[in-house]
């Protein structure tokens, strides 16, 4: 399963941007989309992941600026980031996991991450 992700770009602080992330393949099922980051000399972190339920989760330093949402039927995940700060910038990766579809037997899991997309925020 690959995962293509974009919308990424400049933005000046306080702006805004959307994250776009589908996934492609022999798809079963997915359990879980999400968006993760990473910034110079930083680790990668979590920033927001939705479930198949609709379940939501955001990293403290998001929460109330971004919304994650996802379209089930286009295996697609999303990322609208409103209120944008210079410590925002990074490059943004996406991450599903879920089922691959083989054969009727033959369900396999898989975790896939997307290539990245860079968002920069000037102050």
């Known amino acids: 399963v690959q995962l293509q992700a974009s919308g990424g770009g400049l933005v000046q602080s306080g702006g805004s941007l959307r994250l776009s992330c589908v996934a492609k393949?022999?798809?079963?099922?997915?359990?879980?989309m999400g968006w993760y980051r990473q910034a110079p000399t930083k680790q990668r972190e979590l920033v927001a992941t939705?479930?198949?339920?609709?379940?939501?989760n955001y990293a403290d330093s998001v929460k109330s600026r971004f919304t994650i949402s996802r379209d089930s039927a286009k295996n697609a995940v999303y990322l609208q980031m409103n209120s944008l700060r210079p410590e925002d910038t990074a490059v943004y990766y996406c991450n599903a996991d879920g089922r691959e579809f083989e054969s009727e037997r033959r369900r396999p899991p898989f975790r896939s991450w997307g290539q990245g997309t860079l968002v920069t925020v000037s102050s």
């Open positions: 939705i479930r198949s339920g609709g379940e939501t």
């Open positions: 393949g022999n798809i079963f099922s997915i359990n879980t």
